[in-house]
């Protein structure tokens, strides 16, 4: 099994900053994405930005050049920094990974973090 942990979420002023992070255990052989989503109330869940292998990083229009993702490969950690943070940005976020497992072969396994509340308010 994989665990994703999360931290850093909280509340921020508009125009503030937050640093996500998200660590991931267990049985990995290597991490082929690492991503963050979000749910705000009564909306679907979204792709905020994504890290792969493949594809490098992506970004929602409605981030981009306000948010960075990282990712230490590793130390199977991933990040995500937020700037000039809006209140509209205020939702669940969720770290998501796409990884092969030891042992499992070309068997891509996704796995979800818990979520952390993000809040920007004045």
């Known amino acids: 099994q994989v665990q994703l942990v999360e931290s850093g979420g909280g509340t921020v002023q508009p125009g503030g900053s937050l640093r996500l992070s998200c660590a991931a255990s267990?049985?990995?052989?290597?991490?082929?994405?690492m991503g963050w989503y979000r749910q705000a109330p009564g909306k679907q869940r979204e792709l905020v930005a994504v890290d792969s292998s493949s594809g490098g990083t992506n970004y929602a229009d409605s981030v981009k050049g306000r948010f960075t993702i990282s990712r230490d490969n590793d130390k199977n950690t991933g990040a995500l920094q937020m700037d000039s943070l809006k209140p509209e940005d205020t939702a669940v976020y969720y770290c998501?990974?796409?990884?092969?497992?030891?042992?499992?072969?070309?068997?891509?396994?996704?796995?979800w973090g818990q979520g952390t509340q993000v809040t920007v308010s004045s």
């Open positions: 267990g049985n990995i052989f290597s991490i082929v994405a």
């Open positions: 998501n990974t796409k990884v092969y497992r030891s042992g499992y072969g070309l068997t891509l396994y996704e796995y």
